[in-house]
């Protein structure tokens, strides 16, 4: 998902205004991906990829959001092969783990039902 949303985003050089304009950061990637994805259904990327079965993460990763989205994919791959993990592992990252629109006035945002 980090590198489709890359791709998708890198041409658009108005989402680099008053940054570089070639580094997609994940408040790039949230606001022109992720939230045009999940809005109004109250569900985050990662329940939406596995809602036949919910998965209970592994490991939790903590990232910045004014991060170039490659630099930190780099350094996620990197240490997961380091530390040996597999792709069966199971990630909690907060731009695909949470329901990002949520903040947006009107949503309807995750229940607790």
Request: glycine share 12%; proline share 4%; aromatic share 10%.
């Amino acid at each position: 998902f980090m590198g489709e949303g890359q791709e998708a985003m890198t041409f658009d050089r108005s989402l680099g205004e008053g940054r570089d304009a070639d580094l997609v950061d994940f408040y790039h990637l949230v606001d022109g991906c992720v939230k045009p994805w999940t809005r109004g259904i109250g569900s985050s990327v990662s329940l939406l990829l596995n809602s036949h079965r919910p998965l209970k993460a592994d490991v939790m990763i903590s990232h910045a959001w004014g991060e170039g989205v490659v630099e930190t994919l780099s350094a996620v791959l990197s240490r997961a092969f380091a530390l040996g993990l597999t792709l069966d592992t199971v990630v909690w990252f907060a731009a695909f783990a949470m329901y990002q629109p949520g903040d947006e006035p009107g949503d309807c945002g995750p229940t607790m039902a």
